[in-house]
């Protein structure tokens, strides 16, 4: 069974700390690694990773895939009170679409 | 552009009883996949309509059934409501499920 495990499962920091969020994961075919940000109800997309080593960058987010090690990591440097919502994690499978998720990193900021 | 819709955005029903969630896709998406989310968890697949037809389904009981119309619109069914089916339900659509997935804002079921 795939299995999707997110550390740590909450963090508080202050507004200009940088944070690293941890994925790892366990599929029989892997095809994708996609991240999401989930502030209130719908999680919103951020990154899809599907190679190795190639870092995925957006403003003050970026994300980077290890096939070998089977883990991402999503950094937000300069962190704002914006920030706060629950990261997701979720993997997908070359045998279908499905998406597996882990339980969510809950990042809260401080002022 | 409208994104995913989904109806209602709230409900609360009784144990026992039945009810249908309804999920609109992004325009052009062609796939709509549902997902359950229990209070700080995250979110688990439940099924995938694709053509009209149910291409995958996660763990969920028989209890949980669904639909997929021309116009690419989606229902969830859930009958034999049981306490535990109160949940966040996430509808997303894809074009042909390989690219990212969008999500609708939900419906909130409480089921008391």
């Given at each position: 069974?795939?299995?999707?495990?997110?550390?740590?499962?909450?963090?508080?920091v202050h507004e200009g700390d940088t944070v690293t969020l941890?994925?790892?994961?366990?599929?029989?075919?892997?095809?994708?690694?996609?991240?999401?940000?989930?502030?209130?109800?719908?999680?919103?997309?951020?990154?899809?990773?599907?190679?190795?080593?190639?870092e995925?960058k957006s403003g003050r987010l970026s994300s980077i895939?290890?096939?070998?090690?089977?883990?991402?990591i999503l950094n937000i440097t300069a962190t704002q009170?914006?920030d706060?919502?629950?990261?997701?994690?979720?993997?997908?499978?070359?045998?279908?679409?499905?998406?597996?998720?882990?339980?969510?990193?809950?990042l809260?900021v401080?002022? | 552009?409208?994104?995913?819709?989904?109806?209602?955005?709230?409900?609360?029903?009784?144990?026992?009883?039945?009810?249908?969630?309804?999920?609109?896709?992004?325009?052009?998406?062609?796939?709509?996949?549902?997902?359950?989310?229990?209070?700080?968890?995250?979110?688990?697949?439940?099924?995938?309509?694709?053509?009209?037809?149910?291409?995958?389904?996660?763990?969920?009981?028989?209890?949980?059934?669904?639909?997929?119309?021309?116009?690419?619109?989606?229902?969830?069914?859930?009958?034999?409501?049981?306490?535990?089916?109160?949940?966040?339900?996430?509808?997303?659509?894809?074009?042909?499920?390989?690219?990212?997935?969008?999500?609708?804002?939900?419906?909130?079921?409480?089921?008391?």
């Amino acid at each position: 069974e795939d299995k999707v495990v997110q550390s740590p499962l909450s963090l508080v920091v202050h507004e200009g700390d940088t944070v690293t969020l941890n994925c790892s994961y366990e599929v029989t075919n892997f095809r994708s690694l996609l991240w999401y940000k989930q502030e209130k109800k719908a999680p919103t997309f951020l990154f899809m990773l599907t190679s190795s080593g190639i870092e995925k960058k957006s403003g003050r987010l970026s994300s980077i895939l290890d096939k070998k090690e089977l883990f991402s990591i999503l950094n937000i440097t300069a962190t704002q009170t914006g920030d706060s919502a629950v990261y997701l994690c979720a993997v997908k499978e070359t045998s279908g679409s499905r998406l597996t998720f882990g339980e969510g990193t809950q990042l809260t900021v401080n002022p | 552009d409208a994104g995913v819709t989904q109806s209602p955005t709230h409900l609360i029903k009784t144990r026992g009883q039945q009810v249908t969630l309804r999920c609109s896709p992004k325009s052009g998406h062609d796939t709509v996949s549902w997902y359950q989310q229990a209070l700080g968890q995250g979110p688990q697949f439940i099924f995938q309509y694709y053509e009209e037809e149910e291409r995958q389904r996660g763990n969920f009981p028989d209890r949980f059934s669904g639909h997929q119309f021309p116009n690419y619109s989606s229902e969830l069914n859930v009958n034999a409501l049981l306490l535990g089916d109160s949940a966040l339900y996430l509808c997303a659509s894809s074009l042909g499920g390989l690219g990212e997935a969008f999500f609708g804002q939900g419906t909130r079921l409480t089921v008391v």
